[in-house]
């Protein structure tokens, strides 16, 4: 079983940054893919970027591009998601979610083990 936890969310004004953190735990956590996901009010939830177990491939939607940096810290079990200028069009809940195949996906239905996400607001 693996566990993750979001945070960092919050409310930012249009053109600011917030970083996203997801502490997994459970067995073998290194060899997960991670991906972030984002679910707007009355919208499906849809990929945001992921990371590959090692870090060699990271992923973007092509709307995040460019504002958007995903990393990940495996001695810390941990995968960050850094939004820099942010829009209003950013905001959603954002989920974390885990892969034990280990790659890096775009696709919702791969992630086997999700956080329960953590709400950012972008003000304009």
């Known amino acids: 079983q693996v566990q993750l936890v979001e945070s960092g969310g919050g409310l930012v004004q249009a053109g600011g940054s917030l970083s996203l953190s997801c502490a997994a735990s459970?067995?073998?956590?290194?060899?997960?893919?991670v991906g972030w996901f984002r679910q707007a009010p009355g919208k499906e939830r849809e990929f945001v970027s992921a990371?590959?177990?090692?870090?060699?491939?990271?992923y973007y939607t092509n709307s995040v591009k460019g504002r958007f940096t995903i990393s990940r810290d495996n001695a810390k079990n941990t995968v960050y998601l850094r939004m820099n200028s942010l829009k209003p069009e950013d905001t959603a809940v954002y989920y974390c979610?885990?892969?034990?195949w280990g790659q890096g996906t775009n696709r919702l239905t791969a992630y086997e083990y999700w956080g329960q996400g953590t709400q950012v607001t972008v003000s304009s």
């Open positions: 979610a885990a892969d034990t």
């Open positions: 990371v590959s177990w090692n870090g060699g491939s990271t």
């Open positions: 459970g067995s073998t956590v290194s060899r997960l893919a």
